[in-house]
């Protein structure tokens, strides 16, 4: 009897315990999924607001450039609460590549010049980092090897 009873309470005490542990991981998935869902809609918000590609060829004025990527720019703060490091570095890689590519081209310039080409290349890294850091724990993750061949400057303007 004594060993019926001490079973008895052990399963409860057991379903309690199980339980409590089911409770805490579905609160921590739950809040992870909640942080994902806010930082999907921030890149999403962030990538409809920057400049076509194509308005490099026509703007040369530096301050159309600024004016161009100011929407962007004033949304980096968000950026910045929510990205990991490899989408910042993607992002400061294609403000240099715009600001690169707007004070080079020119309507003139071939339909594949390297600065567009460079600025493509450099939106597209920026694509892949946002969508490999908002799908993190998702199937739809992409899993590629990363390029982060990310332009970097010396400060002189060339690459």
Known sequence: MKVNLMMATLT????????????????????????LSEKRAAYTDFLSILPPLQDAYVVGEEDKIIAALRPAVMRVPKLLFYADASVLKAWDSLHKAYHDAYSNLSEDSGPLAEEYKRLAKAQNDLV??????????????????????????DGSGST
Request: no cysteine.
């Open 12 to 35: 409860f005490v057991g379903s309690l315990v199980i339980a409590a542990i089911g409770f805490l991981f579905g609160r921590f998935f739950a809040e992870t999924e909640k942080i």
């Open 128 to 153: 892949l980092e946002m969508r490999r850091d908002a799908f993190r724990w998702s199937i739809f993750n992409y899993s590629g090897k990363r390029r982060e061949t990310y332009i970097h400057y």
